[in-house]
């Protein structure tokens, strides 16, 4: 999704008028939480605040005062009921105000903003899955780095949101990566995969480790962890399979790998919002914590007197159960 100062900035370029809409306030059950915002021209709209008639009625107000560019902000109560044809049962406050450039400096800003705060992903593994993946993840809000040791190996054109990079010993970006990361390991080697996980686990900080395989390279990886000394209790924070957090009980066999992406993205999420079940364990029963705060859609902003802030979800630590779902093997990437 392009940034909204980017789309307002070539709209101001070109001399399209345009209002910032954004939701003040949301009450009971809403399409969007409150600092969303969209932009809206006469003939163009950038964002969302839900869609459907809600939508509809916010363009429709503010494309009626796009004529007016010195005009005083205007605030509009609208209940999600039978008026708008909607059964949401919430309410929402919208802000509308021209958008000039000192707002598109603060969107600019507010944006920056929450891009440092995303969470960092590393990614080790450019194969069919590590594509599939880098392309699930891409419109997500997170700080994406793809990393493999084979230059070769990325495709041609890349997502805009991720970044590559080569490195002859992809450890190493363990080893620096910043408190917090989440780690997600599928490379074309299963030496290289211990050892990623390893290093990952082995920091005590990771948000999320995760490593593409089948309960047989699991165990694999547990008793060479254990023979080489490693702390048994971290090998209760390891994913392996990957994606197994949406399913519950059920079993997907589908070892696609678009579906593996989507499935491993979904798990990532949950687990950034602190909703997941710990790391399905094999035979080491473990207890996972998550306290990590997840930034919204960086076209999320709380907008009041052209004071911009990002917003986010924060999530405090808790204590789950261990995990009893089973999950399909999954091929080597």
Partial sequence: MTPLSEALTAWQRRGDAAILVTVTRARGSTPRAA????LVSATATAGTIGGGVLEWEAIRQARARLADTGAEP??????????LGQCCGGAVSLRLE?????VAAHLAEGERQALSRQPALLLFGAGHVGRALAAALAPLPWRLSWIDNRAAAFPETVPDAVT???????VDAVTTAATGTFFLIMTHSHPLDFALARAALGRGD????GMIGSLTKRRRFERLFRDEGGDVTALGRLRCPIGTAPLGATTIRDKSPAVIAALTAAELLITALGHAPPANAGDTAGQARHAVCFPQDVTDRNVTDRNVTGTCSGCAPRDVGPDRTSSPRQPKD
Avoid: K, Q, S
């Fill in 35 to 38: 600092g969303t915002c969209m």
């Fill in 74 to 83: 205007t605030l509009l109560d609208l209940p999600l009921g039978p008026a």
């Fill in 98 to 102: 021209p958008a000039d450039a000192i």
């Fill in 164 to 170: 590559c990079r080569t490195l002859a010993e992809p």
């Fill in 206 to 209: 990771a948000a999320y480790v």
